[in-house]
């Protein structure tokens, strides 16, 4: 596994000795354990931290890697990819706000309000239902502003490009998903247990489906930093 960090290409807040890095991807390849992880995002202090949904055979390969603007797809050391739907409050319509045109226009491109984090939020616990009739590991994280609907069985690992956009296809007729994610376009996600700093909430795997039945990101412990919760 790889992992990334965005230090502040939304906020425009990054540390000086990374200035020059502030709208960049910056890769961590070289890792050992999540402490040299951690060691890194205590460095950069980044607005975001991911991880690669791709798997490698060796992930120090990929360091020396000179095709980096190339798929990874038809690499020897490519294993597979993590299934996952992105589901955003902003991509749902609102008789307020209209739909995601309107937003984007309007320049709410990542903005939302309750009545489409609520529609979101129902979404999350429909699909998630759904995709357990066909899959044993199903994990639903908050993403800080929606919701991320990942599959760790091996057979969804092994999926090809073109079952995945099949698959995009036909959940995005229904859900509020992201298609682009699903098929593969995106290979980040953000990392569970990291900050979102771009809307001070922390990204939380959420465990029991009651508990995201009445999940309210405006009030739940388990999403508000500390520093949050004392202003």
Not at 188 to 200: G, K, T
Request: hydrophobic letters at 35%; aromatic letters at 10%.
């Amino acid at each position: 596994m790889k992992f990334a960090m965005i230090p502040g290409r939304h906020t425009g807040i990054v540390t000086a000795e990374h200035e020059r890095d502030r709208d960049n991807v910056v890769i961590i390849d070289k890792w050992k354990t999540s402490n040299d992880v951690r060691e890194y995002a205590m460095d950069y202090l980044p607005e975001g931290l991911y991880y690669d949904r791709n798997r490698y055979e060796d992930v120090s390969d990929c360091a020396r890697c000179g095709n980096r603007r190339l798929s990874c797809r038809g690499c020897y050391n490519y294993i597979g990819q993590q299934l996952a739907f992105d589901l955003d409050p902003e991509n749902v319509d609102c008789p307020y706000h209209g739909h995601i045109g309107d937003k984007i226009s309007g320049g709410r491109g990542l903005s939302f309000c309750m009545i489409e984090f609520k529609k979101v939020r129902r979404q999350a616990v429909q699909l998630a239902s759904e995709l357990m009739e066909e899959y044993d590991e199903v994990g639903v994280v908050f993403s800080g502003r929606g919701f991320h609907i990942v599959i760790d069985d091996d057979d969804a690992y092994d999926l090809t490009k073109r079952q995945r956009r099949e698959l995009a296809r036909r959940v995005g007729e229904r859900f509020a998903i992201d298609e682009w994610v699903t098929e593969g376009g995106s290979r980040l996600m953000r990392l569970p247990y990291s900050l979102n700093a771009i809307v001070s909430r922390k990204c939380m795997i959420i465990k029991r489906g009651k508990d995201l039945l009445k999940f309210d990101l405006r009030t739940s412990e388990l999403v508000l930093p500390e520093f949050t919760r004392s202003s």
